[in-house]
């Protein structure tokens, strides 16, 4: 897993640099797993077959999260 203490506070630096209150408030609900899959996604431009391998899950477990995730944050955007 990609999680480190050192990942977890990049993490944290990128997100305390989030102006927009929404935003900020739905990433900070994620979990570091979350993050780490939609970011190696959205930025990254992996494929969940790399994306699994890089944080220790199978493709299909890479993509439910990375689906559940962009669900968790319509859900929580949408209640702001």
Do not use: H, M, W
């Amino acid at each position: 897993l990609l999680a480190s203490s050192a990942a977890s506070d990049v993490y944290k630096d990128r997100l305390n640099s989030i102006d927009d209150p929404t935003l900020y408030s739905a990433i900070s609900a994620l979990n570091t797993l979350q993050i780490e899959i939609l970011v190696l996604r959205c930025i990254g431009k992996k494929t969940f077959r790399e994306i699994g391998k890089l944080v220790g899950r199978s493709e299909l477990q890479a993509k439910n999260v990375y689906f559940s995730t962009l669900t968790k944050l319509r859900k929580i955007i949408g209640e702001k």
